[in-house]
């Protein structure tokens, strides 16, 4: 897809497959945790980082999509793998394609149409650089002639 990414705070961007996004509560999900859907049972490491992942704002989408949670726990799987001090480097994109997958990075949750809500985040206004940026006439205005030295 051509262009800048969709921008769930404009009305221009809700033009995807149903025009709506999906509002995730920045608080997570706090409901039950699903059981590992693997095979093989999970690792102390894998455990825990499944366990802190469900309660995401995205859990609360991938409560709602149990075909999903394979996807979630293959990157649990790994993401921890990747951590090892032998682990081999082309695990890494394996680990953020599943990050975007399961809608972990912010290029995911444009990509599933998720927005965090900004419950109880305050807007602060930026500190004063002493810089003015009201503007001097123009760009000229602020070129500067030099003087050939050489």
């Avoid at 990414?5 to 221009?12: E, G, V, Y």
């Avoid at 366990?51 to 293959?74: F, H």
């Amino acid at each position: 897809m051509a262009g800048p990414p969709a921008n769930p705070f404009s009305r221009k961007s809700l033009s995807g497959a149903n025009g709506e996004w999906v509002t995730l509560p920045a608080d997570g999900y706090d409901g039950d945790l699903p059981s590992w859907p693997l095979h093989n049972e999970p690792s102390t490491a894998e455990e825990a980082l499944w366990m802190d992942l469900w309660r995401t704002p995205q859990a609360c989408a991938w409560s709602l999509e149990p075909w999903r949670w394979y996807s979630v726990a293959q990157y649990v799987r790994l993401a921890v793998r990747s951590e090892a001090e032998d682990a081999p480097v082309n695990l890494v994109p394996q680990v953020i394609r599943y990050a975007d997958m399961i809608g972990l990075t912010p290029a995911g949750l444009v990509a599933n149409g998720w927005a965090i809500a900004v419950d109880g985040v305050e807007t602060v206004a930026p500190r004063s650089s002493g810089v003015s940026s009201k503007p001097s006439g123009g760009s000229r205005a602020r070129l500067a002639v030099v003087k050939d030295v050489g």
